[in-house]
């Protein structure tokens, strides 16, 4: 079954929109705006748990760590702190006004060390093999194009670099304030199935909040690099 999906899925990942239902709001700059004010709230810190995350992502000083769709930029301030100084955060997103509100966030916290990037619903656009981790933070549900933004993933990684997933299960209650079932279309088998079609191999997976996210940790499918979730699998 998971094969037949697989193969259903390159066929439209690479020519249709497959998360048109999770992108309603995403429209419009007033939707966006709205989104954006929700990404900031005060709750935001209780609803992520960011500091729980920065701990599971294993991030060093030195490294370069990319945020896939940062919309207004609310972990680029624990990530920036993570990778210190002399590392380097890439805030990606396809939307100029949400880049707008990260690079605001990210002068307001006297944040150096974040770079702005535009993608595209289909391309990263991050620089080849320069990239340590990716961290793609409740954003996969929202991809219209996943297998190609993946493997342009896949092309920023360096050999030893990781992909790292969050997102919420496909399952009644995941997300806070419902819809999970008409906003989610697949839950965790598939999106390893959807990921590592794309070049990528699992190495680890957790809860990040019972019930409602999981952590996916993924290496390049040609690489040997083992990280330490992986020695409990």
Same mark, same amino acid.
């Given at each position: 079954?998971?094969?037949?999906?697989? $193969?259903?899925?390159?066929?439209?990942?690479?020519?249709?929109?497959?998360?048109?239902?999770?992108?309603?709001?995403?429209?419009?700059?007033?939707?966006?705006? =709205?989104?954006?004010?929700?990404?900031?709230?005060?709750?935001?810190?209780?609803?992520?748990?960011?500091?729980?995350?920065?701990?599971?992502?294993?991030?060093?000083?030195?490294?370069?760590?990319?945020?896939?769709?940062?919309?207004?930029?609310?972990?680029?301030?624990?990530?920036?702190?993570?990778?210190?100084?002399?590392?380097?955060?890439?805030?990606?997103?396809?939307?100029?006004?949400?880049?707008?509100?990260?690079?605001?966030?990210?002068?307001? =916290?006297?944040?150096?060390?974040?770079?702005?990037?535009?993608?595209?619903?289909?391309?990263?656009?991050?620089? /080849?093999?320069?990239?340590?981790?990716? $961290?793609?933070?409740?954003?996969?549900?929202? $991809?219209?194009?996943?297998?190609?933004?993946?493997?342009?993933?896949?092309?920023? $990684?360096?050999?030893?670099?990781?992909?790292?997933?969050?997102?919420?299960?496909?399952?009644?209650?995941?997300?806070?304030?419902?819809?999970?079932? /008409?906003?989610?279309?697949?839950?965790?088998? =598939?999106?390893?199935?959807?990921? =590592?079609?794309?070049?990528?191999?699992?190495?680890?997976?957790?809860?990040?909040?019972?019930?409602?996210?999981?952590?996916?940790?993924?290496?390049?499918?040609?690489?040997?690099?083992?990280?330490?979730?992986?020695?409990?699998?």
């Amino acid at each position: 079954m998971i094969r037949a999906f697989i $193969l259903l899925f390159c066929a439209l990942a690479a020519s249709a929109q497959v998360a048109e239902k999770a992108n309603e709001h995403y429209r419009t700059e007033q939707g966006r705006k =709205e989104i954006g004010d929700r990404q900031v709230w005060s709750g935001r810190y209780r609803e992520l748990h960011p500091d729980k995350l920065i701990e599971a992502l294993s991030l060093k000083p030195g490294m370069v760590v990319a945020d896939i769709g940062t919309g207004a930029g609310f972990m680029l301030p624990f990530l920036s702190r993570a990778v210190g100084p002399k590392g380097l955060v890439l805030a990606e997103d396809i939307f100029p006004d949400f880049l707008a509100r990260a690079r605001k966030r990210a002068e307001a =916290e006297g944040l150096k060390n974040v770079t702005l990037i535009l993608g595209s619903e289909s391309d990263v656009r991050l620089p /080849e093999r320069q990239v340590d981790l990716a $961290l793609v933070l409740n954003v996969y549900h929202h $991809l219209n194009y996943p297998l190609p933004v993946m493997k342009s993933i896949r092309r920023a $990684l360096t050999h030893n670099g990781r992909l790292v997933v969050v997102d919420y299960y496909r399952r009644p209650g995941a997300m806070p304030g419902g819809g999970t079932m /008409e906003h989610i279309r697949a839950d965790q088998p =598939e999106v390893i199935a959807e990921i =590592e079609s794309a070049g990528f191999r699992l190495t680890d997976k957790k809860d990040h909040i019972r019930n409602s996210q999981y952590i996916l940790y993924f290496v390049p499918s040609d690489s040997g690099a083992r990280d330490r979730h992986s020695q409990k699998r």
